[in-house]
T-cell receptor, first 115, second 115 residues
């Protein structure tokens, strides 16, 4: 069974500082990997996804993530955080091979941005 | 505009009073799914549907029912709600063609409180 671990429940960074949110997954093969963002009172919006190919994936809002097979990780990064990035971030893994495959989500990391 | 809609957005009810949360998508997606989000637990899948009249249990189906009589609609039914079903609920949909995993689109969420 697939699983996702987001070890940081809450992170605080200053506006303009760099950001890295950690995500580790467990899956028997190369999975599909996603990062979603949930702003307060909103639904989930897809930031980026990894299916195959280049292990550095660019997303919306200046975010990027790097798939590292050897570390079973898919960490999310942003060089310079803006106050509007304050939100909850979810990493998710999807199993390959089958149209019924579901997304398994991590428990989320809440990002606070100080001015 | 491509979207997933849910109604109601907020609901307070009492134990045992049957309720239905509606979900509708306008993207002609085959796959639809319900999740509940609880603090510290992330999103967990309740039920999913591969297409009309095809539904199956997710990770936490107890106490819930679903139906898929039309492709665009996927209501979530709580026959006898209990306080442990107080949660934030999300409906999602995606294409399910082939072996690739397509982006999942989420509704805005329904915050349910069962007293």
């Amino acid at each position: 069974a697939q699983s996702v671990t987001q070890p940081d429940i809450h992170i605080t960074v200053s506006e303009g500082a760099s950001l890295e949110l950690r995500c580790n997954y467990s899956y028997g093969a190369t999975p599909y990997l996603f990062w979603y963002v949930q702003s307060p009172g909103q639904g989930l919006q897809l930031l980026l996804k990894y299916f195959s190919g280049d292990t550095l994936v660019q997303g919306i809002k200046g975010f990027e993530a790097e798939f590292k097979r050897s570390q079973s990780s898919f960490n999310l990064r942003k060089p310079s955080v803006h106050w509007s990035d304050a939100a909850e971030y979810f990493c998710a893994v999807g199993a390959r091979g089958g149209t019924a495959s579901k997304l398994t989500f991590g428990t989320g990391t809440r990002l606070q941005v100080t001015l | 505009e491509a979207q997933v809609t849910q109604n109601p957005r907020y609901l307070i009810t009492v134990t045992g009073k049957k309720l239905t949360v509606t979900c509708s998508q306008n993207m002609n997606h085959e796959y639809m799914s319900w999740y509940r989000q609880d603090p510290g637990l992330g999103l967990r899948q309740i039920y999913y549907s591969m297409n009309v009249e095809v539904t199956d249990k997710g990770d936490v189906p107890e106490g819930y029912k679903v139906s898929r009589k039309e492709k665009r609609n996927f209501p979530l039914i709580l026959e006898s709600p209990s306080p442990n079903q107080t949660s934030l609920y999300f409906c999602a949909s995606r294409n399910s063609g082939g072996l690739s995993y397509n982006e999942q689109f989420f509704g805005p969420g329904t915050r349910l409180t069962v007293l």
